[in-house]
């Protein structure tokens, strides 16, 4: 209990109130937009605050607050979660996850945020093309390739979501089931990555602080993004989907680092 008090009142005297104010107005978009569409916690919440904080405290800072965001919102879809699906995703994201941290603990992320960028663009602008993206179902073992992708690009860089989105897309799935499926993947491997970094000693008593300190926002803008899903029709969804993966993806193209 004494850690936690002396972290909070460092996290509290390295903050100044208007960078603090900027990071929790950062966390609640992302929460909430996260809450609203199944996915870009990590995306939105990366490119933002690395204007706040350097890109791998950033990375540290997300992740566990991605964590708590995906929780609350799968449990808002928990009924859609299907076994054979998921399955196969969440194996290759535990499997690619450490590749990913390692690749973040070691250095620069620049190639993969590329790569994310371009895989990102690709994805959102083949769905607003008329006719979209062919909907017939891929063997879900390419769900496996996908959530390896996943994990590495999500253990370095915490957006982590282009695979996994690209193979979703293919799905002939329901808003609610596309939903579940990559936050069932998510869950699994960012929470990994959490616990990795807790072990590895990267995440320490200023930024656990931090991340108590922001829970809340992470809760009420989680929330708010459910209410408004519950709301959203089946095709209304899918521009909305497609139109922040070409937003994110030219995002990170500029802002990469």
């Known amino acids: 209990m004494n850690g936690l008090v002396q972290g909070l009142s460092a ?43 350097d890109a791998k405290t950033a990375s540290f800072l997300v992740s566990p607050l991605a964590a708590l965001n995906i929780a609350l919102t799968l449990w808002s879809v928990r009924g859609e979660v299907r076994f054979p699906i998921v399955a196969p995703m969440v194996a290759g994201a535990l499997v690619g996850m450490p590749v990913g941290v390692a690749i973040l603990l070691a250095g620069s992320v620049f190639l993969i945020k590329v790569m994310v960028s371009v895989l990102l663009v690709c994805v959102g602008v083949t769905r607003l093309l008329p006719g979209g993206v062919p909907v017939h179902p891929l063997p879900y073992w390419w769900g496996g390739v996908a959530g390896f992708g996943t994990g590495v690009i999500g253990g370095a860089t915490n957006m982590g979501g282009p695979p996994l989105i690209a193979y979703a897309a293919r799905q002939p799935w329901p808003p609610a089931l596309f939903k579940a499926a990559l936050l069932t993947t998510f869950l699994f491997s960012t929470t990994g990555k959490t616990l990795l970094l807790m072990w590895e000693g990267s995440l320490n008593r200023t930024l656990l602080a931090l991340t108590v300190l922001l829970a809340p926002v992470v809760v009420v803008g989680s929330l708010a993004g459910i209410r408004l899903f519950d709301r959203i029709d089946r095709a209304v969804f899918g521009k909305i989907v497609a139109l922040m993966l070409v937003g994110l993806g030219v995002w990170v193209m500029v802002h990469g680092k």
């Open 11 to 53: 996290a509290m005297s390295s903050f100044d109130p208007t960078a603090f104010g900027a990071l929790a107005a950062i966390i609640f978009v992302s929460a909430f937009v996260q809450g609203m569409v199944g996915f870009a916690f990590g995306m939105i919440s990366m490119g933002f605050a690395s204007l706040v904080l």
